[in-house]
């Protein structure tokens, strides 16, 4: 499989300080009106998209990122004890596709309802955890305490705990380290705010946070990247496919050229940001989008069983 796609970010020089995204990100799902900086987007250079020209079609899985699919649902601050029951019969009834590597996050409170519950073809993880060893943390949740009840992966460097609880980058850094250093995987997140997307810094927000994982991390093994354009987020507007596949290409390129081709290959590249069983089919169809992290469509049962089912879309002929 390819190392990565042909990115934006191959262009520019090896830079942070890249101008934009292509020109149909002034259209955020036809709904979000950019005002000033509309005209901005309309005049980026052609040379900034990305083309598949001179790619051969490849059997099986169409993925830049060598691993299997993944699929994550984040149940975030929602449920109670009946709904998360009647949630979870439906994913044990749910057929899904063998292919695919499927987790589901819910509150603290019931992971140990869900995992006693929940059928082990789907995984569980936690939604965040503390920098280190459990202590004198009042709120907080050690990796020991996730490890215990038996999450094998954590979400961490969401846009909520980023942008409403204000973890910063480093810190972010030091719970994936912690984390993947007792044998827990991590769904590092990344994005940037409608802000950073209408100034042409999308690249440098999500380089900045990538970079800020690389710093830390002691190995890639077992690290899952979640780009959510926070725009996108429990919004309603979604990226393009396009937009998405672009953003994802430079992600891999950013790793190749920072980290190694090795790392770059085998990570997988996920995007997050009101995936639903009407969009997620052709989100799937981009080389470079290796699943997703799904935020309300994963409280609907037979919605996220669809979700993950994208993958046969990922199929093509030789």
Excluded at 69 to 76: S, Y
Excluded at 164 to 169: A, K, P, T
Excluded at 179 to 201: F, M, N, P, T, Y
Excluded at 250 to 256: G, I, Q, S, V, Y
Aim: glycine residues 10%.
């Amino acid at each position: 499989m390819a190392v990565a796609s042909t990115s934006v970010a191959s262009q520019m020089s090896g830079t942070c300080h890249l101008s934009g995204l292509r020109k149909s990100f002034s259209k955020l799902d036809n709904s979000v009106s950019l005002s000033t900086s509309q005209a901005f987007f309309h005049n980026i250079n052609s040379h900034l998209r990305l083309s598949s020209a001179g790619k051969g079609c490849r059997a099986g899985v169409t993925m830049a990122g060598s691993g299997k699919f993944f699929v994550g649902g984040n149940w975030k601050c929602n449920g109670t004890k009946d709904s998360i029951s009647k949630l979870v019969f439906d994913l044990n009834s749910a057929q899904l596709e063998s292919d695919v590597d499927v987790v589901v996050a819910p509150p603290f409170l019931y992971i140990d309802q869900v995992k006693n519950s929940l059928t082990d073809r789907i995984e569980v993880s936690a939604q965040n955890c503390w920098t280190g060893k459990g202590g004198a943390f009042t709120g907080e949740i050690s990796v020991e305490q996730v490890k215990d009840l038996g999450c094998k992966w954590v979400i961490l460097g969401h846009s909520e705990r980023r942008h409403v609880i204000g973890e910063n980058d480093e810190f972010i850094g030091k719970k994936a380290a912690y984390a993947l250093s007792q044998g827990v995987g991590v769904i590092a997140c990344i994005g940037e705010l409608l802000q950073d997307r209408e100034a042409g810094k999308t690249f440098e927000v999500c380089f900045q946070q990538l970079k800020a994982y690389a710093d830390a991390l002691p190995s890639w093994d077992n690290v899952v990247i979640a780009y959510e354009p926070v725009w996108a987020i429990g919004t309603g507007k979604v990226a393009t496919p396009e937009q998405a596949q672009e953003v994802h290409a430079a992600l891999r390129d950013w790793l190749t050229k920072n980290v190694s081709a090795e790392v770059a290959s085998k990570t997988r590249i996920i995007y997050g940001g009101s995936v639903n069983g009407s969009n997620s089919s052709d989100l799937a169809k981009k080389e470079d989008i290796d699943g997703f992290l799904v935020g309300g469509a994963s409280l609907k049962g037979p919605e996220f069983a669809t979700i993950v089912n994208s993958v046969t879309s990922k199929k093509v002929a030789a």
